[in-house]
């Protein structure tokens, strides 16, 4: 099994699906295979990828951080998934927007818009001022459809939760992550960078793009336009890290699942957030995390039915088959040196194909 894996994971370099990669599969709370291969960056050198490279995990962001931090909070009775986001922040929303509960913004079904570039007026302002700007042009934003009607994702609705996190624990939501979410799981440092600007050792992370706005390929430096201009992470992305440091999070919240520990969240909010809410009718989605699709999952055939798992744009992904306990986590950097690669979209079922015909 192991030789086959290694051998498909080489093939996706050889193939063009990307530059490098990491892959991590556990099983029953054991980390059982974790290799590389390929190239971390091409330009000006290349240099091969390992085990220990820190990747732009992208919208992983959005499950591995915020959509963390809101199970605490919740389970902690701090507010409630189904509370008016209006209440929680104590903030006068135009009308449209006053029916909107985080539960919504958590299963990408609020109304919001999926994107904007808001970064292109964002860098005319003061970096202090910017997320309070933010806040009000999201809020200002008209909906493109009612609230609960339909399933658009949506990075606005994650900018929304990082700033329920902010005004409900008083805290900014990397320092909750890493000192309370984290803070009894072996990390390295440098989970998200704070400044927008590069990390020191940027040797020691998977390049990205060549950003077309910034002029210059990305590495250790956010690849998100939108949370670079906010200063290098939001609620929707600017998280970095290694495979080992996602598996850390992940089986955190397995744990949890399994019952295993309730120190940090209950069983029940971890299966309230795992469990596919049908707030419309077909969507995949859970609480933050999505659920296999039907038909064309980017975790393949084999995985179960009762699974989450995430996608990250610049080419990460993590799967976690809750029946049989098997986690997947396959960082890659398959939009260096741009985006329009996306050949990782046929690859990464079929390596998942693999990885789950042995647990069968």
């Given at each position: 099994m192991f030789n086959d894996i290694k051998a498909m994971l080489l093939e996706g370099v050889q193939k063009g699906c990307y530059p490098g990669a990491v892959l991590l599969v556990a099983h029953g709370g054991n980390v059982v295979f974790l290799d590389a291969?390929?190239?971390?960056?091409?330009?000006?050198?290349?240099?091969?990828?390992?085990?220990?490279?820190?990747?732009?995990?992208?919208?992983?962001?959005?499950?591995?951080?915020?959509?963390?931090?809101?199970?605490?909070?919740?389970?902690?009775?701090?507010?409630?998934?189904?509370?008016?986001?209006?209440?929680?922040?104590?903030?006068?929303?135009?009308?449209?927007?006053?029916?909107?509960?985080?539960?919504?913004?958590?299963?990408?079904?609020?109304?919001?818009?999926?994107?904007?570039?808001?970064?292109?007026?964002?860098?005319?302002?003061?970096?202090?001022?910017?997320?309070?700007?933010?806040?009000?042009?999201?809020i200002e934003l008209p909906l493109i459809c009612v609230p609960a009607s339909k399933t658009v994702y949506s990075d606005l609705g994650f900018m929304m939760l990082e700033w329920i996190i902010e005004v409900v624990s008083n805290k900014s939501m990397d320092e909750l992550v890493l000192k309370e979410c984290v803070k009894d799981i072996s990390f390295s440092g440098g989970f998200f960078n704070d400044n927008g600007l590069p990390f020191p050792a940027r040797d020691m992370f998977a390049a990205t793009e060549k950003c077309r706005w910034r002029k210059r390929i990305l590495q250790g430096e956010v690849h998100d336009e939108n949370a670079y201009a906010l200063g290098g992470f939001a609620g929707h992305a600017g998280m970095f890290g290694r495979a080992r440091d996602v598996y850390g999070i992940i089986n955190l919240m397995r744990e949890c699942f399994y019952g295993r520990r309730e120190d940090f969240i209950s069983r029940d909010t971890v299966l309230e957030f795992f469990t596919r809410q049908n707030i419309v009718k077909g969507s995949s989605w859970a609480l933050g995390w999505d659920t296999p699709s039907a038909k064309g999952s980017s975790a393949?055939?084999?995985?179960?039915?009762?699974?989450?798992?995430?996608?990250?744009?610049?080419?990460?992904?993590?799967?976690?088959?809750?029946?049989?306990?098997?986690?997947?986590?396959?960082?890659?950097?398959?939009?260096?040196?741009?985006r329009s690669n996306e050949k990782i979209r046929l690859f990464r079922p079929m390596i998942h194909d693999m990885i789950m015909s042995h647990y069968l």
């Amino acid at each position: 099994m192991f030789n086959d894996i290694k051998a498909m994971l080489l093939e996706g370099v050889q193939k063009g699906c990307y530059p490098g990669a990491v892959l991590l599969v556990a099983h029953g709370g054991n980390v059982v295979f974790l290799d590389a291969a390929g190239f971390r960056t091409f330009f000006p050198h290349t240099f091969p990828m390992d085990t220990d490279i820190f990747f732009d995990l992208a919208s992983l962001t959005k499950v591995l951080a915020t959509t963390m931090c809101v199970m605490m909070l919740t389970d902690r009775g701090v507010f409630s998934l189904d509370q008016s986001i209006a209440d929680i922040l104590s903030q006068e929303l135009p009308k449209d927007k006053q029916g909107i509960t985080p539960r919504m913004l958590l299963n990408h079904c609020s109304g919001l818009p999926s994107w904007r570039p808001f970064y292109l007026d964002l860098v005319m302002y003061p970096s202090v001022e910017r997320k309070v700007l933010l806040r009000k042009w999201i809020i200002e934003l008209p909906l493109i459809c009612v609230p609960a009607s339909k399933t658009v994702y949506s990075d606005l609705g994650f900018m929304m939760l990082e700033w329920i996190i902010e005004v409900v624990s008083n805290k900014s939501m990397d320092e909750l992550v890493l000192k309370e979410c984290v803070k009894d799981i072996s990390f390295s440092g440098g989970f998200f960078n704070d400044n927008g600007l590069p990390f020191p050792a940027r040797d020691m992370f998977a390049a990205t793009e060549k950003c077309r706005w910034r002029k210059r390929i990305l590495q250790g430096e956010v690849h998100d336009e939108n949370a670079y201009a906010l200063g290098g992470f939001a609620g929707h992305a600017g998280m970095f890290g290694r495979a080992r440091d996602v598996y850390g999070i992940i089986n955190l919240m397995r744990e949890c699942f399994y019952g295993r520990r309730e120190d940090f969240i209950s069983r029940d909010t971890v299966l309230e957030f795992f469990t596919r809410q049908n707030i419309v009718k077909g969507s995949s989605w859970a609480l933050g995390w999505d659920t296999p699709s039907a038909k064309g999952s980017s975790a393949g055939r084999f995985i179960s039915r009762n699974s989450v798992g995430h996608l990250g744009f610049t080419g990460t992904s993590v799967w976690m088959d809750l029946d049989r306990d098997v986690q997947v986590i396959l960082l890659t950097n398959r939009i260096h040196p741009n985006r329009s690669n996306e050949k990782i979209r046929l690859f990464r079922p079929m390596i998942h194909d693999m990885i789950m015909s042995h647990y069968l």
